[in-house]
């Protein structure tokens, strides 16, 4: 269980990362500054992996709070 936990924090510290990597991206966009386009090529996979950072610890501090985990 603690590796799993791991696991889903790690997911959401990359994914809020990468988000703000994003949001970097798209001020610089807009301002027609030259940034990098890493973050708005792999934005799919960067969601999927900031949503399951998400679910993830949400599932487990349901499971502290009722005392299963």
């Avoid at 030259?34 to 487990?60: K, W």
Wanted: charged fraction near 15%; charge should be positive; aromatic fraction near 10%.
């Amino acid at each position: 269980m603690q590796f799993i936990e791991q696991v889903v924090k790690g997911c959401l510290i990359i994914g809020l990362i990468v988000m703000g990597g994003r949001i970097n991206t798209a001020i610089c966009h807009y301002y027609n500054i030259a940034f990098t386009t890493f973050f708005v090529d792999y934005h799919v996979a960067s969601l999927a992996i900031l949503i399951i950072g998400i679910i993830g610890t949400e599932i487990l501090n349901k499971r502290k709070r009722k005392g299963r985990a």
